[in-house]
């Protein structure tokens, strides 16, 4: 390729999302077509060059104000955290800000239910990253009996109108719904039994995902069917391999916002300060022990 159409290519406003894509299914648990497992060498040959659309995503949001909001829902194990990290990998932590609350406190209980979720929406020039979110309510709360049904009801009724008050503030709003199979989650919860670094992924409350994988399903059909609107529709990500998944995800992120690539001088460095009369002093660090 030459230098003018690599030029080019990195002022496209929109990121193609359709080659690593499997056909669609009328089950949402299982993918349309099975592919083969992407190796870790072609994952992160793909990864690359999605990166840097996600820095230049970045530098745009910094020079346009923009203010993006994504929320990842989906199962457990599905892989949303594996996601949201291969997204901020190479992008700075000031932009891209990932929000993942734990147990409202009692004082938050007594709020107004969207309140601790509204004060971590995005000021300008920033990209906000919900690892799990208000949806939590559609979701465990209403499976695991958390939250009385009539206020489930109330929040499936004005979760459209609340999120159009989102967009129409000025916030590109994207959410996604990562799906896995029952198969598939159940070995996924083998694994964090078995590693240790995983361990802190499982709890009592997580194998209750098996337990209880219809009353999920349902609940996660009725969120569809209340939520999944023109304005703010959901995506749905197969995640049943989870590599796939990730390019997948970001390609589709990076096709639904119309940014571009912001032109950036190369800065020009400084000559090196000259020593003159510093002399280093004899003081004794603590140095860390070179162990590898």
């Known amino acids: ?117 509204m004060v971590h929406l995005p000021a300008a020039g920033e990209v906000v990253l919900f690892d799990r979110s208000w949806y939590n309510r559609a979701g465990v709360e209403r499976v695991m009996g958390f939250t009385p049904k009539e206020q489930v009801e109330r929040f499936l009724k004005y979760t459209p109108p609340t999120e159009r008050v989102i967009r129409e503030s000025g916030i590109i709003l994207i959410k996604y719904w990562l799906e896995v199979s029952m198969e598939e989650q159940a070995k996924r919860f083998a694994e964090r039994n078995e590693d240790y670094k995983k361990i802190w992924k499982l709890s009592p409350m997580d194998l209750e995902a098996q337990a209880r994988w219809y009353d999920y399903s349902r609940a996660r059909d009725a969120m569809f069917a209340a939520t999944d609107t023109v304005e703010n529709p959901w995506f749905v990500v197969d995640s049943n391999d989870q590599r796939r998944g990730r390019l997948n995800c970001i390609a589709h992120l990076l096709s639904q916002i119309p940014y571009e690539e912001v032109p950036h001088e190369k800065l020009k460095f400084p000559k090196k300060q000259s020593k003159g009369n510093y002399i280093e002093p004899d003081y004794p660090y603590k140095r860390v022990p070179a162990k590898y």
């Open 1 to 117: 390729m030459s230098k003018d159409k690599k030029k080019k290519s990195g002022k496209e406003k929109k990121f193609e999302a359709t080659t690593l894509e499997p056909k669609n299914s009328t089950d949402i648990t299982t993918p349309g077509e099975l592919l083969p497992k992407i190796k870790k060498k072609d994952f992160e040959k793909e990864l690359e060059p999605l990166q840097v659309e996600l820095v230049k995503l970045q530098e745009w949001v910094k020079a346009t104000g923009a203010k993006i909001c994504v929320i990842f829902e989906g199962r457990d194990t599905a892989g949303k955290g594996g996601v949201i990290r291969s997204i901020t990998e190479r992008v700075s932590p000031r932009v891209f800000r990932v929000v993942a609350l734990s147990t409202p406190t009692e004082r938050e209980k007594s709020q107004m239910y969207f309140q601790r979720y």
